[in-house]
């Protein structure tokens, strides 16, 4: 079956510092990437998405490049803020109206 | 941007007692939505699957007399946890995907947290 695989957290990181946090995938077909974010407390939001090989997504600084070579999505930051800090989940969809797979989160936590 | 709303966002009750929780697509329609069960430091549990018009689809261990679910308009889909103990207590979440796109993107809502007592 389809799944998601990411790295095991906690990060912690000093600000300004580079960030990855590496995630692989098993599916069939072309699945759909996506990285979630989730602050404390509250629900999850779309950070980046890549819907085909090779397409790299980017938002507020962060980027994923879809590799289907090495199934892999991993997201990066050149330079991670405080604000940063939160769980960070990578997941994928095989089609439209099935449910995302997701990985089991990497916690972040950023310091001034 | 599409956005989801869910409510109430935290609620307390006694032990026996049911409780709704409503999930809203507030500007776009959604042929289907998504419960999820959250612990703490943990990944998302989906609990089931629902289409609008028809019965949800449950997740295996997931009791759907315990958790019904309505998915009675385009924007609005229900969970109501009946009976209610303690060990339901938990952060439940709901998403939904937009009909119009094909890419499998959910949008989520904020969370409930419920708290039995």
């Known amino acids: 079956g389809n799944s998601v695989t990411q790295m095991e957290g906690p990060v912690t990181l000093s600000e300004e510092a580079f960030l990855t946090i590496n995630c692989t995938y098993t599916?069939?077909?072309?699945?759909?990437l996506f990285w979630y974010v989730q602050y404390p407390g509250e629900g999850l939001q779309l950070l980046l998405k890549?819907?085909?090989?090779?397409d790299k997504g980017s938002n507020k600084g962060f980027e994923a490049t879809y590799r289907k070579e090495t199934t892999s999505f991993h997201l990066e930051k050149g330079s991670v803020q405080v604000s940063d800090s939160a769980v960070y989940f990578c997941?994928?969809?095989?089609?439209?109206?099935?449910?995302?797979?997701f990985g089991k989160g990497t916690r972040l936590s950023v310091i001034a | 941007g599409a956005v989801v709303s869910q409510h109430p966002s935290w609620v307390i009750c006694k032990s026996g007692t049911s409780v709704k929780i409503e999930c809203r697509s507030l500007?776009?329609?959604?042929?289907?939505m998504f419960w999820y069960r959250q612990f703490p430091k943990q990944s998302l549990m989906l609990m089931a699957t629902?289409?609008?018009?028809?019965?949800?689809?449950?997740e295996q261990g997931v009791e759907k007399d315990k958790f019904l679910i309505n998915h009675a308009s385009l924007t609005l889909s229900t969970l109501t946890v009946t009976s209610a103990h303690p060990e339901d207590s938990s952060f439940y979440i709901c998403?939904?995907?937009?009909?119009?796109?094909?890419?499998?993107?959910?949008?989520f809502g904020p969370g409930t947290r419920l708290t039995v007592l």
């Open positions: 998403s939904a995907q937009n009909r119009l796109a094909g890419d499998g993107e959910q949008f």
């Open positions: 599916a069939t077909g072309y699945p759909s």
């Open positions: 890549a819907t085909k090989a090779d």
């Open positions: 997941a994928l969809s095989a089609s439209g109206n099935t449910p995302l797979v």
């Open positions: 500007d776009f329609q959604a042929t289907t």
């Open positions: 629902s289409n609008e018009g028809s019965k949800a689809t449950y």
